[in-house]
């Protein structure tokens, strides 16, 4: 990783910004954080301000509105795989160029989608009005003669209200106790609630106040009635149809433009670069006229970096440099293609620190081996990779969950290479014979593998550890601690297999100095920081505790046999289902396969999730902890980002 030091006039930085975002080749630093002290002070501001940034975000909030619009009407629910892996769109480069770059082939969809979604607001407020005009006129059908002649006389009250069901009878008798004069009629009576119209002499309104209160009286709040009350529901129902049919329109003209979906998506991302371009030159420092810009570039990608500034004008200065002393680069692991999706297990686990070894090479081969047997099935690990590389074109996915589906594909092949030496062919359908030996019938050769794999692991980190040490500067410590328990470690495995081959007695010797040499050397240089002797011979002595963590991490290995086992199994009796429902007539073979497809597919499902949590568990507990320093910050250069679409070469055509 190299320091890199951009030097322009001010008139050239958005040119600048937006070539370094297509190259994605820099990360850049804040000014303030990544100009020693000692060096000329720039002022950390942006020439632009916030005007810019301001228009850009309403811009995108526009855009994004309209595909609110559309997603909520025309978008198909998200499937199981959508659900999981996403979909992206794939575009032309051209494509999105044309549809990004310019307002000129969005502004009418945008434009439209806004008036069209304001539209739909108002018809839905009219709806909702509407609707409760027409609740609250419900319980009035029954009332046949028009609103607008309910009026108080000049001797008689005359209301509309409400009062509880089971009060009705005690109000008639206290308005018969009152007067004869006073009385009502039950329009419609719902549940506890009675609808009535209310008449008495308005003399006598002081003395009803009482027999109404307990009555729970309320009088009615009607809407504007035209003629009697069922006329005016059946206009407002008239009205709702009428508002639905204007909503379908207006629902099939926001139809029309979803075939501008994808440019408004390119349009989307276009906008959220430029306001990611703005906000970076937030952490440039600016002089009068000339802009200066501090990050990191890969060194593979330096040359690269000078060829396009110098491209943009050749006054641009660009230096590059060496990281100053205890100075900490953001980390950027880089692999073969082929050991490259196990990436995503190390940045699961953290970052290597830039002075630590990338661990993804060392972990590759035993992950692989590791997720085989686990799973442990041949017809698993075909459909594995099939459906894993089907996914890669279905979802176009990118990044992390790119590398995730080309790991499993990788890892189908494992466990294919497992099923045929354990004879496992989704369980025994087949029954096919194992090349090696089957499992369920002999289970301990598998077990000592398992162990053996284990401790040939934990004897790998241990090695790197040492190189890192070494390559550090540090040939000392990598002898006295990591040598020394690699000696150790070897001779005690050989004593335990050399009990095993009596005919090779020679074996059990070599086994025995090994690890009394190696025991003697943690012994005299495991305490060597200790000034007193009696303390540094007690602390190496203490040191050779570290052999039963040893041991219980290779033990550990031994879930891989497990794993193993209780997919078989699992397939195996659902295989034996499967036979004992042919016996069925005429049916049973059809309920067979259908069992046999979703017996075997959650069968493959359960068991892809424990071999690949298992198989990580073992890389990071049994394995990282021996070497791997985490913690350093990922590289993140400034760069397209894009949330829907998959930008490919205008050779690669568009396709939804």
């Known amino acids: 990783m190299r320091r890199v030091t951009i030097v322009g006039h001010q008139s050239m930085l958005d040119q600048v910004m937006t070539v370094l975002q297509r190259l994605e080749i820099l990360q850049i630093d ?35 509105s309209a595909l609110d619009v559309l997603d909520k009407h025309f978008r198909k629910p998200a499937g199981l795989i959508e659900t999981f892996a996403g979909t992206r769109f794939a575009v032309s480069e051209s494509d999105y160029r044309r549809w990004s770059e310019t307002e000129e082939h969005t502004l009418p969809a945008v434009s439209q989608a806004q008036q069209l979604r304001d539209r739909l ?18 319980p009035w059908r029954g009332l046949d003669v028009p609103a607008d002649e309910i009026q108080d006389t000049r001797l008689f009250r005359i ?30 009576q719902a549940s506890d609630v009675c609808s009535i119209l209310l008449y008495y002499p308005k003399k006598l309104e002081e003395q009803l106040l009482i027999p109404l209160r307990r009555a729970e009286w309320r009088p009615a709040a009607l809407p504007p009635v035209i003629g009697t009350v069922a006329q005016t529901i059946d206009m407002l129902e008239e009205r709702l149809k009428a508002i639905a049919a204007e909503q379908d329109e207006v629902i099939q003209a926001i139809g029309t433009l ?10 989307e991302d276009e906008l959220r670069n430029r306001i990611e371009r703005e906000q970076v030159k937030e952490l440039l420092g600016f002089t009068q006229r000339l802009f200066v810009i501090r990050g990191w570039a890969r060194r593979k990608d330096v040359e690269t970096l000078n060829s396009a500034m110098a491209e943009v004008s050749p006054a641009i200065v660009v230096e590059d440099e060496s990281p100053r002393p205890g100075e900490l680069h953001p980390v950027d692991i880089e692999n073969p293609p082929v050991i490259e999706p196990f990436e995503v297990v190390t940045r699961v686990a953290g970052l290597p620190m830039p002075h630590s070894l990338d661990p993804t090479p060392y972990l590759a081969p035993f992950f692989l081996i590791f997720f085989g047997m686990a799973l442990g099935d041949a017809g698993y690990g075909i459909v594995l990779s099939i459906i894993s590389l089907w996914l890669v074109k279905r979802v176009n996915a990118v990044g992390l969950g790119l590398k995730l589906l080309h790991m499993l594909a990788i890892c189908g092949i494992g466990a294919v290479a497992a099923g045929v030496l354990t004879g496992s062919w989704f369980g025994d359908l087949f029954g096919l014979p194992p090349l090696w030996l089957n499992p369920m019938e002999n289970p301990l ?65 070599v086994a025995r100095y090994l690890a009394i040499g190696g025991g003697a050397g943690l012994i005299m240089t495991q305490g060597r920081h200790q000034k007193n002797p009696i303390k540094r011979l007690f602390s190496g002595v203490l040191s050779l505790y570290g052999l039963s963590g040893y041991m219980s991490d290779a033990l550990s290995y031994s879930r891989l046999l497990a794993l193993g086992m209780s997919g078989g199994v699992i397939g195996m009796v659902i295989n034996d289902m499967g036979r004992r429902l042919l016996a069925i007539p005429l049916v049973g073979w059809i ?31 049994e394995f990282f902890t021996k070497f791997l320093e985490a913690g350093g910050k990922a590289f993140r250069p400034l760069a397209e980002r894009h949330r829907y679409l998959v930008v490919k070469p205008d050779t690669a055509s568009s396709e939804k």
Not at 38 to 45: A, H, M, P, T
Not at 126 to 132: F, G, N, P
Not at 171 to 188: H, K, N, P, R
Not at 258 to 267: C, I, Q, S
């Open 445 to 509: 050769p598998m077990l000592i593998l398992s162990v053996a794999l284990g401790m040939i692991q934990i004897l790998t980190g241990l090695a790197i550890k040492g190189y890192d040490k070494i390559r550090n500067g540090q040939l000392v410590d990598a002898i006295c601690d990591e040598l020394m328990w690699i000696i150790f470690l070897i001779g005690l495995v050989m004593m335990l297999v050399a009990g095993s081959m009596s005919q090779w007695p020679q074996v059990a010797v």
């Open 258 to 267: 979803v075939d501008e979906r994808l440019a408004l998506y390119a349009r």
């Open 591 to 621: 309920i067979a396969i259908a069992l046999l497809v979703v017996g075997h597919l959650l069968n493959l499902l359960i068991n892809l999730i424990s071999a690949y949590v298992h198989s990580s568990r073992l890389q990071y507990v």
């Open 30 to 64: 804040d000014i303030d954080e990544s100009l020693p002290s000692e060096d000329l002070s720039f002022s950390s501001r942006s020439v632009t301000g916030s005007d810019a940034l301001l228009q850009l975000e309403e811009q995108a909030a526009r855009v994004r």
């Open 159 to 188: 209301q509309l209200g409400e009062v509880t069901g089971r009060a009705l009878d005690q109000l008639s008798e206290d308005l018969s106790a009152v007067s004869g004069a006073a009385g009502f009629a039950v329009i419609s």
């Open 121 to 138: 607001l108002e018809l839905q407020a009219q709806q909702r009005s509407v609707s409760e005009d027409i609740e609250l006129l419900r």
